[in-house]
């Protein structure tokens, strides 16, 4: 397991990640790199910056980002406080099953 030791972004959820990853283990690196790069190399002020670490990321009301991970085979949605230095971890599963929620209600 990769361990953060540098954190410039708090992770809240991470446990959603480590569930879902266990029950497909072929996510599990993609993970990994989405939590690497969020935790120790983004220090994000606002979504500009959320826009430049991740191009594909979408922006959905009322406080979601949507990112697409492992090629968009996998979503994460997630709320960041950039205030907070934190993104909380709301939902990840796979593109299928993001199809079927309603994001703005998460």
Do not use: C, Q
């Not at 190399?41 to 922006?59: G, Q």
């Not at 909380?88 to 796979?94: L, M, N, S």
């Amino acid at each position: 397991m990769y361990v953060l030791n540098s954190v410039i972004m708090k992770i809240i959820g991470r446990s959603k990640l480590t569930e879902f990853s266990r029950i497909h283990p072929e996510t599990a690196n993609p993970l990994l790199r989405w939590l690497r790069i969020v935790g120790v190399e983004a220090d994000w002020k606002n979504i500009h910056h959320v826009k430049e670490t991740f191009r594909s990321v979408d922006f959905v009301k009322p406080n979601n980002f949507v990112f697409n991970i492992k090629g968009n085979k996998i979503r994460l949605i997630a709320t960041i406080d950039f205030i907070g230095e934190a993104v909380f971890v709301k939902w990840v599963g796979f593109h299928s099953d993001y199809d079927r929620l309603k994001v703005s209600e998460i």
